[in-house]
């Protein structure tokens, strides 16, 4: 089961910041937070993680709360070609190999209304 | 592009066919990742591989299903006597070291007839 709780869709105007929620309340002290995004017909694309502090990049701002429960992505500037299903993932250790493995739930579906 | 590469994009087969896809992994990335998308889903984690070694198996990934990583660099899935269930588009993922993200390809979209 997915560790992330987002809302199902969102609507934001072009040029204006389109902010994203993810909850993941069940998070622990040394999990990484990721956020992907998956336009039609494409594979998800890596935009941005972070695991305490706030981190930005040419793509997005990440805002992570102090207790780490939830998160908010911020594009800034937003334009039609970021409408797409955004995902916010929290890793699942696996004992077994010592790896992580992503869980996606079903995202946030963002439209850019021009 | 130095990206992930997947071929074929699209695969349509017939019920009972075997298919086989590949996956070219960014070239320094050891761990290489399968998974499975369904419509309206996100996608579903099916195997991983570091280097040559497939140290994860899905239970999704039933016995009609193998996937190699022969010399640690591209990776095939096959899918043997293939069902209807079995339409979805197939994602390779690929990175370097535990905290660094994975890299999707593109997918091969599959369809059986």
């Known amino acids: 089961d997915a560790k992330t709780t987002q809302p199902p869709s969102m609507d934001c105007a072009e040029g204006r910041a389109a902010n994203l929620p993810c909850n993941h309340s069940t998070i622990s002290g040394n999990e990484y937070v990721y956020w992907y995004r998956q336009i039609h017909s494409q594979g998800p694309q890596y935009i941005i993680h972070?695991?305490?502090n706030n981190e930005t990049n040419e793509m997005a701002s990440l805002i992570i709360t102090e207790d780490r429960k939830s998160s908010t992505l911020i594009l800034p500037h937003a334009t039609l070609r970021d409408t797409a299903v955004y995902y916010c993932?929290?890793?699942?250790?696996?004992?077994?190999?010592?790896?992580?493995?992503?869980?996606f739930g079903t995202g946030t579906r963002l439209k850019v209304l021009a | 592009d130095t990206g992930v590469s997947q071929n074929p994009r699209h695969k349509i087969t017939k019920r009972g066919q075997n298919v086989t896809f590949r996956c070219d992994p960014i070239?320094?990335?050891?761990?290489l990742y399968w998974y499975r998308q369904t419509l309206g889903q996100g996608p579903e984690f099916l195997t991983y591989?570091?280097?040559?070694?497939?140290?994860?198996k899905s239970r999704l990934l039933s016995d009609r299903f193998s996937a190699e990583r022969p010399k640690g660099s591209f990776s095939t899935l096959e899918i043997q006597r293939t069902e209807q269930g079995d339409s979805a588009m197939y994602l390779c993922?690929?990175?370097?070291?535990?905290?660094?993200?994975?890299?999707f390809g593109d997918g091969t979209r599959l369809s059986i007839l």
């Open positions: 591989f570091q280097n040559e070694a497939q140290l994860e």
């Open positions: 972070g695991l305490k």
């Open positions: 070239s320094e990335h050891n761990r």
């Open positions: 993922a690929s990175s370097f070291g535990e905290n660094q993200p994975q890299h």
């Open positions: 993932i929290v890793r699942v250790p696996e004992f077994t190999s010592g790896t992580y493995k992503y869980i």
